[in-house]
């Protein structure tokens, strides 16, 4: 059973144990908007909730964007599939940090990810991570916003990654993009 991310911090023990698992999707049919991390990192893994860690902006900029109506805490994040929001990501095991994943993993996570959208049909589906999106779907020269190729009838974005190791981004540069894509949905 997950523990709440509200009242415990998982231990060093933990963490290590965390490596190279796997949590499960937030998904279902017919989402507005299916986000996609790179992968989960070892506070997910311990805690068994997407985007766990502290200082993680993902909740914060989901927040502000207008995505949801107040910030959710990685242990309620059962609410977003209310909101026609989930969570998936291009690698399933976890790391320490995304940089750890080879290119191979990455490129059958893109293939991987490509099923997954065709099973579960969202009208969009967010990439969080500009070159994780350009190694799993062979896209180069991709950068932040809509792409031109959907998958199917799915729309494609590609977003910042809201890790809190991205120093590019603001928490409120990262809620604007987000709420490019709301705006874009309305």
């Given at each position: ?6 009242t ?36 997910s ?40 929001l ?90 604007a993009e ?9």
């Amino acid at each position: 059973m997950p523990r709440s991310a509200s009242t415990s911090r998982p231990t060093a023990a933990d963490l290590a144990a965390a490596r190279d698992v796997t949590i499960p999707d937030l998904i279902a049919p017919g989402l507005r908007v299916l986000f996609c991390g790179i992968n989960p990192g070892l506070w997910s893994g311990a805690t068994g909730y997407h985007f766990a860690r502290p200082g993680n902006r993902f909740w914060p900029a989901l927040h502000r964007s207008g995505f949801s109506p107040r910030q959710l805490r990685p242990d309620e994040q059962q609410a977003l599939l209310d909101l026609g929001l989930g969570i998936t990501n291009v690698a399933p095991r976890t790391t320490a940090k995304a940089d750890e994943l080879t290119k191979d993993e990455l490129r059958a996570g893109g293939i991987a990810l490509r099923d997954r959208v065709a099973t579960y049909r969202p009208r969009v589906l967010a990439v969080l991570g500009l070159g994780a999106y350009r190694t799993a779907f062979a896209r180069p020269r991709t950068v932040v916003g809509p792409q031109p190729d959907p998958l199917g009838d799915t729309e494609v974005w590609v977003l910042p990654n809201p890790s809190g190791l991205n120093a590019h981004y603001t928490v409120d540069a990262l809620a604007a993009e987000f709420r490019t894509l709301r705006e874009a949905l309305d």
